[in-house]
């Protein structure tokens, strides 16, 4: 892979044959992957949502967790940090977003795990803020808090599965096939994911580079895009076959996952200092997009073409107004 990747960054021509090669990998995986990820549902009598926000979200926001912890390691935590709060933005306003434009029907949404989820996420968005805002740093404490907190959500999730705290759902037709099946093709459907991402990920970078792109604005918009390229793949699938909870636990648990394990991992392994100045311009953003997020799917709890554009278009101008704060400041 290291010799591929050598020709995709030397090799304009070979980066964009491998970024669509790996797109249309990506999209065929991640049809594989909902199913399998329904499949298990079904067989553990685990409602979609809990396999949603745990399972499937844990697995997709993967490629986040490694460039963050990478980046971390190697001391660049503007990189690590802005990649987490930059997927956050991307889930919601691209991947959502897209997902409730090309879905054929309204993506239903259970109320009580919006709820207890949007609520949780907002509480971490302004815990994960307060952390940073007044020495812009979070601290390997800090992250051992979020993943702290991280966990006792989990439990609550489940408690609340078990109690009955969501509708029955009716099943799929997978019981014929064989457990050790399901989970083989979950985790190759997953790796190759992950490998198509990485593949895009190189590829877009040589493609943004030769126009002229600064490495900075590639950190904070093309590599937060590009780690969120499973979520978005994931949930545009789902949403296309009609699996709404799979869709929408993906990126809500995902948005909880780039904050309190993503973000917060990458602070254990390192302490993460980020400039007052992408202090300034990420995290308003975010509390924007999350905000009108949860806002959107409270309204009749359901996510629609019409609420799709609106969070797609605030993406569009995150991203003109990225552009913009860079020139300016």
Request: proline residues 3%.
């Amino acid at each position: 892979m290291a010799g591929i990747e050598y020709y995709i960054q030397t090799n304009l021509t070979v980066a964009w044959v491998a970024i669509t090669v790996s797109f249309v990998i990506l999209f065929k995986c991640a049809d594989i992957f909902v199913d399998s990820s329904v499949a298990l549902a079904n067989r553990f009598r685990i409602p979609k949502l809990i396999i949603g926000i745990l399972l499937v979200s844990l697995a997709t926001t993967a490629p986040e967790l490694s460039v963050s912890l990478m980046a971390a390691l190697r001391g660049s935590p503007e990189m690590a940090l802005g990649n987490a709060i930059g997927s956050v933005i991307c889930d919601d306003g691209l991947a959502l977003g897209l997902a409730g434009i090309v879905s054929v029907a309204p993506v239903a949404v259970i109320p009580s795990v919006l709820k207890s989820s949007g609520i949780f996420l907002i509480v971490i968005s302004i815990i994960i803020f307060l952390f940073v805002v007044f020495d812009q740093t979070l601290s390997r404490w800090e992250g051992v808090m979020l993943v702290l907190m991280f966990a006792g959500y989990m439990a609550f999730l489940f408690r609340q599965a078990k109690r009955g705290g969501f509708p029955d759902e009716p099943e799929s037709g997978h019981e014929d096939v064989s457990m050790i099946k399901l989970v083989v093709v979950f985790v190759f459907a997953l790796a190759g994911i992950i490998a198509a991402s990485e593949f895009i990920i190189t590829s877009a970078t040589t493609i943004a580079l030769s126009f002229n792109i600064s490495e900075a604005v590639i950190a904070l918009t093309l590599v937060a895009f590009g780690t969120s390229v499973p979520e978005i793949a994931t949930c545009i699938t789902a949403a296309r076959k009609g699996e709404g909870a799979i869709a929408v636990g993906n990126i809500l648990g995902a948005d909880i996952m780039n904050i309190c394990w993503v973000a917060g991992a990458s602070a254990i392994a390192n302490d993460l200092t980020i400039s007052s100045r992408d202090i300034a311009f990420m995290f308003p953003s975010m509390f924007v997009i999350v905000g009108t997020m949860l806002f959107l799917l409270r309204l009749g709890y359901s996510l629609t073409r019409v609420k799709g554009l609106i969070l797609f278009g605030l993406y569009i101008l995150y991203l003109t107004g990225f552009f913009i704060y860079e020139q300016i400041f």
